[in-house]
């Protein structure tokens, strides 16, 4: 009985549903046809008119337009950070590192005067807002200050972090270095890298902060402490071919080096008279040069000022530091004449190839507040003993004009490219790692500074 009612009504029910239903998809398509669909003419008008195409393709390129501005040209104004410091600087022998800490663009700015350093950018034109950049392997960039796009050989690249100030730096994206020297440098995380030769530059540097520096500029200005004397001292005569007289005849360990490699390629005849001498021995000296001062006549006040251009005041010679070398021939000892004798002659403009210069020359008296000392040399280190002879800087300004460029990159003649960093202010590292003693160089700038000398890998 159930099953026979069902059989019946079943199908009957769905017929009129399917029925229902047909009548109602029809009219609903019917209507929505009529609605979507315009007829005859019209419908041709529309999707064939030339003022429509038109219209269509105006919309599609403005669109394509607009995606490219939101995705390539838009920029949103940059943040300028209010922190920046380089927290970690380590030091390997071939490999130098540094951890950059910014607030805005987390990590991803580095100072430009590195990377111009680096891969020895030159600044070939600031325009009022774009600043054009030539590096040594011809790559050109265009920076804008603000911007995360930087032209590079006319190409437009957009960076994860723009251009921007921080105090008197210029940071840019550390992806820059990565982009435009590949071969050197290395960008991740805030860490940038980049590889040194392996070789040592001649010139043991020591720690940062103490007095050791073989930088350490000694004048009336900087003098030294009273019991100042160097831990690495040794006497020269215990060292192959060099000729030393006298009683102070010892140097720090590696002007002593560097002197008997002087003495062992040439064959130049000149004796060493005078090294390191203590606070007490120069006093004792300066005190018998006013006695003679005041014995001819001037008066005291007169006497020691005089004395102080002749011989230096306790404190502030530089044979305190066991870095300074007199040198005479027989007959010609601490007078102008040395000048003129072969050895002074030879001194004078082949001594920097081992990292000595003549330290009171005539014509920087002015500057240097000492008389002209033919036979006065001091050890810095190579290169910089170069940079002295060549561009005739004065070593009581070359700090101050190493601290104004930042960083120089000298060709010097051994066949090496170098780069000199000094790192004070703002660039100064909070921490500085030592790996290795080899590779890098390292001094004081007289400052709260460093300089870092390194080899530049060729
Ligand atoms: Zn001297």
Do not use: C
């Amino acid at each position: 009985m159930t099953s026979r009612n069902r059989r019946v009504s079943g199908p009957s029910r769905k017929k009129i549903n399917r029925n229902k239903n047909s009548s109602l998809n029809k009219d609903i398509k019917n209507r929505s046809l009529k609605r979507i669909q315009p007829k005859g003419k019209n419908k041709k008008i529309y999707s064939n008119s030339p003022v429509n195409n038109l219209l269509k393709k105006v919309s599609i390129v403005f669109g394509i337009i607009m995606v490219i501005y939101v995705i390539f040209i838009f920029e949103f104004p940059a943040n300028y950070p209010d922190k920046f410091k380089i927290s970690n600087m380590t030091l390997d022998s071939n490999k130098i590192t540094m951890q950059v800490e910014t607030d805005s663009y987390k990590d991803k700015l580095i100072p430009l005067d590195i990377l111009l350093n680096i891969g020895k950018g030159e600044i070939t034109l600031i325009g009022e807002k774009e600043t054009t950049i030539v590096f040594a392997n011809n790559k050109k960039i265009i920076l804008k200050e603000g911007s995360r796009k930087i032209k590079i050989n006319d190409k437009t690249k957009k960076f994860n972090a723009p251009v921007v100030k921080y105090k008197e730096l210029v940071l840019v994206p550390g992806e820059l270095a990565k982009t435009l020297l590949p071969e050197i440098t290395n960008f991740s995380n805030g860490k940038l890298s980049f590889n040194l030769s392996s070789d040592k530059p001649e010139g043991e540097y020591l720690s940062f902060d103490d007095y050791d520096g073989y930088l350490r500029l000694i004048n009336k200005e900087n003098p030294m402490t009273k019991n100042y004397e160097p831990t690495d001292l040794i006497n020269v005569n215990t060292l192959d071919s060099i000729t030393a007289y006298g009683t102070n005849t010892n140097l720090r360990d590696e002007a002593a080096n560097a002197l008997s490699k002087m003495y062992k390629e040439n064959s130049v005849q000149y004796a060493m008279t005078s090294g390191f001498r203590n606070y007490e021995t120069q006093t004792q000296l300066f005190n018998e040069e006013v006695a003679d001062n005041i014995q001819a006549g001037k008066t005291e006040e007169q006497a020691k000022i005089d004395a102080g251009t002749i011989v230096a005041i306790p404190g502030t010679s530089e044979h305190q530091v066991g870095l300074a070398v007199d040198f005479a021939i027989p007959g010609v000892v601490l007078t102008e004449e040395f000048k003129n004798t072969p050895a002074g002659k030879w001194l004078e403009s082949n001594s920097y190839k081992y990292g000595f210069v003549l330290r009171y020359t005539k014509e920087q008296t002015a500057i240097t507040n000492i008389i002209f000392e033919p036979w006065h040399f001091r050890y810095i280190g190579y290169p910089h003993s170069e940079i002295l002879f060549k561009e005739k800087i004065v070593f009581d300004t070359y700090i101050e004009a190493l601290r104004e460029e930042k960083v120089k990159y000298f060709q010097a003649e051994d066949g090496n490219d170098y780069i000199i960093w000094l790192l004070s202010g703002t660039l100064k590292p909070e921490k500085l790692e030592f790996n290795t003693s080899n590779g890098i160089g390292v001094s004081s700038d007289n400052g709260d500074g460093i300089v870092l000398t390194m080899k530049v890998k060729n």
